[in-house]
């Protein structure tokens, strides 16, 4: 297994942007499909976006379309997750996650916790207004 640090989280105003990161301990991190997940206070721990092995295909969920980027530097071994215009419902702690090597998968399947394998410990991420 890949283990997965997290960080990038804060207090950011409502509308204002933040860049988290997720570096992983894996020498061949290029194998590894990413994602980023977030779980609200209260709440179940929910799919933000995904980006495959190969950097060809990424998710969103819909909530983060057009405000969200994933992204992967390779060299870097590190998964990024660039959150603009953020809104007081992005508040949550974000997870970073590595799926099977060179795994694959359609929205659903990757959207859904079981498919991942290594999860980081959390970057907590406070909206206010």
């Known amino acids: 297994q890949v283990h997965l640090v997290e960080s990038g989280g804060g207090l950011v105003q409502a509308g204002g942007s933040l860049r988290l990161s997720c570096v992983a301990s894996a020498t061949t991190f290029d194998m590894y499909p990413m994602a980023w997940f977030r779980q609200a206070p209260g709440k179940e721990r929910d799919f933000v976006a995904y980006v495959s092995w190969s950097e060809r295909i990424t998710y969103y969920t819909d909530s983060v379309k057009g405000r969200f980027t994933i992204s992967r530097d390779n060299a870097k071994n590190t998964v990024y997750l660039q959150m603009n215009s953020l809104d007081l419902e992005d508040t949550a702690v974000y997870y970073c996650?590595?799926?099977?090597?060179?795994?694959?998968?359609?929205?659903?399947?990757?959207?859904?916790?079981?498919?991942?394998?290594?999860w980081g410990q959390g970057t907590l991420v406070t909206v206010s207004s």
């Open positions: 996650a590595a799926g099977q090597p060179y795994s694959t998968g359609n929205y659903y399947n990757i959207a859904q916790i079981n498919p991942y394998i290594s």
